[in-house]
C-alpha cells in the first residue's frame, strides 16, 4: 500500500514537473546595456553612457595632434582656442588631468565624462533623453 502511495505521489510529481517545462517560456537573454526606445519620429536619440563617451572622446582626442594617444597642456591650448572655448584652458585641462602627469588620456577621458554623464542622467535610467542634454528646448539650465 505504502509502495504504491509512493509511485502515485512520484507520477503526480512527474506529470506537475512536465507541466512546468511546457508552460515555462525560456529565459530573456541578458542584456549589457540599456537600450535607448525610438523617440516620437522612430528615430533612436537617446544616448548610452558608452555612446555618450565615445562622441565626446573622439572629438577631444582631435587635439591630439602629435597622435601619441594622449593631450598635452600645449595641445589642449591650442585645441580650445581653435574652438573659441571661453575660459582658461590651463583649468579645464587639470579637472580632466586627474593623475595630474601633465597628459590627458583616453582613461582620464571615460572617467571624466562617466562624471559628467551621471550628473545630467536626471533620472538614473543609464540614457540620456532629448530633455536631460544641455542646450535642449526642455533640458533644465545648467547651473553655473
Request: no cysteine; proline share 7%.
Amino acid at each position: 500500500m505504502i509502495s504504491r502511495s509512493i509511485s502515485v505521489v512520484a507520477l503526480s510529481l512527474q506529470a506537475v514537473a512536465a507541466f512546468a517545462q511546457t508552460t515555462t517560456p525560456p529565459p530573456a537573454p541578458p542584456t549589457a546595456a540599456p537600450v535607448a526606445a525610438p523617440s516620437a519620429s522612430g528615430v533612436r536619440s537617446d544616448i548610452t553612457l558608452a555612446k555618450f563617451q565615445k562622441r565626446r572622446e573622439k572629438a577631444i582626442m582631435a587635439a591630439d595632434t602629435d597622435g601619441d594617444g594622449k593631450i598635452s597642456l600645449l595641445e589642449w591650448t591650442a585645441f580650445q582656442a581653435k574652438r573659441n572655448v571661453k575660459g582658461d584652458p590651463t583649468k579645464s585641462f587639470a579637472r580632466i588631468d586627474s593623475n595630474h602627469d601633465g597628459f590627458i588620456d583616453r582613461a582620464e577621458l571615460d572617467a571624466f565624462f562617466a562624471k559628467r554623464f551621471a550628473r545630467l542622467d536626471k533620472n538614473a535610467d543609464g540614457i540620456l533623453t532629448a530633455d536631460e542634454l544641455p542646450g535642449h528646448k526642455t533640458a533644465p539650465k545648467q547651473e553655473q
